[in-house]
């Protein structure tokens, strides 16, 4: 498989250096020039194949040849450890569980493929790579887990003060050794901004060799494709309706993903493209203009973007043009009330936990779905990543897993930098 970017048509790179780049030149972002597609019989034949055979079908069709069929299969077997369960909550609606991985959230998927895929490359090489990597919660915590201890590799994650929740902050600040956290006081765009900046800049060449994990890595986006074939494979086991899926999204990777794994032929008749009051996308799948602005905090603060970065490759991936795009994608919004309200009346109606993501995901299908379909939300974090906000909101005490309840009372390393670029070029200058 190779890439163009979405500022250079022309570019044709290959995986390796598309992943250490992270951006092309310009700030494009990677794409794929052109996306395999199975076949009837080839998804027939798939329909019984454990998550790990899966995948590995996914990533082999995909890469095509990219890298040899026994490290793929090294990748994969190392990087999916874990499940992507369909909860069907009645015959229609249901909720594609993505938070069985180390972090808890959906993002494990794409950090561990990338951390493993990076060990591969990685291998050949003397230099120390450092990852730069701005979260709103969730990439942080995965991608230093993802990356915690691999040989050659160091991790720095900026994060928002403030506004990531407390178990998330342990996430990204008890791992220590090769990962570095750094609270900005300021949004998780500033942070998206000052990673940006760091990637053009020239003085930083000679001391460091920068590569991004954020979702606009294509790495992370090429194993978020095989849970939506594993979300398929279980509803076919049940449901012969046409199949809708719901995203909840803020940077619009996940959805990215859901839309290459349905250009590879996966039969899903059209998406739900969900978020908070940072409504940018919805609002341009209505209206065909699209306005990004500063993000507004929410309590569901992974999907706190205001200026989403693969907005772009959802443009790619529809031709460009707004029609394709608003047929594919139905906008949906919600406020934190609302999502409030929907995750008790999940809560009471299915005794099931939403956490504040999934919930609005899962409102989006009650007011999109059709008869003759089914409908998946993606539960995109486990609800006790959001504990303070899902006990008040159902007033309950919600469990939380041991993998994340033991993070309390371990030691924290943190640095703290303001939003204005020069003070993190100096730091990062310093420190080597
Ligand atoms: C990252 C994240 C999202 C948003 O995903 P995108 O790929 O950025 O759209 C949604 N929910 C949770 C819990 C997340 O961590």
């Not at 993002?107 to 730069?132: H, N, P, V």
């Not at 012969?240 to 996940?254: I, K, Q, R, W, Y």
């Amino acid at each position: 498989m190779k890439f163009y970017s979405t500022e250079e048509r022309g570019l044709n790179v290959d995986l390796r250096s598309a992943m250490l780049k992270s951006l092309a030149p310009n700030g494009g972002l990677y794409m794929p020039m052109s996306i395999p597609t199975f076949t009837a019989d080839d998804l027939q034949a798939m329909r019984h194949l454990s998550m790990p055979e899966l995948s590995l079908e996914v990533a082999a069709q995909l890469l095509d040849e990219a890298i040899p069929r026994e490290v793929l299969e090294d990748v994969i077997y190392s990087a999916v450890t874990f499940d992507a369960p369909v909860v069907m909550h009645n015959d229609r609606i249901g909720a594609c569980e993505l938070w069985h991985g180390p972090s808890l959230a959906f993002k494990d998927f794409g950090a561990r493929f990338m951390a493993e895929l990076m060990g591969y490359y990685g291998q050949s090489s003397e230099d120390w790579r450092t990852i730069l990597v701005a979260t709103s919660g969730d990439t942080g915590g995965a991608v230093g887990a993802g990356f915690h201890g691999v040989n050659g590799v160091e991790v720095v994650i900026l994060y928002p003060k403030g506004k990531v929740s407390p178990l998330q902050e342990l996430q990204l600040t008890t791992l220590g050794d090769n990962v570095v956290a750094v609270e900005v006081d300021g949004t998780f765009d500033d942070c998206q901004a000052l990673v940006k900046k760091a990637f053009l800049d020239r003085n930083l060449e000679h001391k460091y060799l920068l590569s991004s994990a954020n979702s606009i890595n294509i790495a992370r986006l090429i194993p978020q494709t095989f849970y939506y074939f594993r979300l398929w494979q279980q509803v076919k086991m049940v449901s012969e309706a046409d199949l809708v899926v719901a995203v909840p999204s803020g940077n619009f990777g996940n959805l990215c993903a859901g839309v290459m794994a349905q250009q590879m032929g996966l039969p899903i008749k059209r998406f739900v493209a969900a978020t908070n009051v940072n409504s940018v996308v919805p609002e341009y799948l209505e209206s065909g203009d699209y306005k990004p602005r500063v993000s507004v905090a929410t309590i569901s603060n992974a999907m706190d973007v205001g200026a989403p970065s693969n907005f772009i490759r959802l443009q790619h991936l529809h031709g460009s043009t707004w029609n394709a795009m608003a047929d594919n994608l139905e906008g949906f919004y919600l406020s934190d009330e609302l999502t409030r309200t929907t995750m008790r009346a999940v809560y009471d109606q299915y005794k099931y936990i939403c956490d504040p993501h999934g919930a609005i995901g899962f409102a989006a299908l009650r007011k999109h779905l059709q008869e003759q379909e089914v409908g998946i939300y993606l539960e995109t974090a486990h609800p006790a990543k959001f504990k303070a906000t899902v006990d008040e909101t159902l007033g309950i005490d919600c469990p939380v897993p041991d993998r994340l309840a033991s993070l309390q009372g371990k030691t924290t390393y943190k640095e703290t930098l303001g939003i204005d670029y020069s003070s993190f070029q100096q730091w990062l200058l310093a420190r080597r």
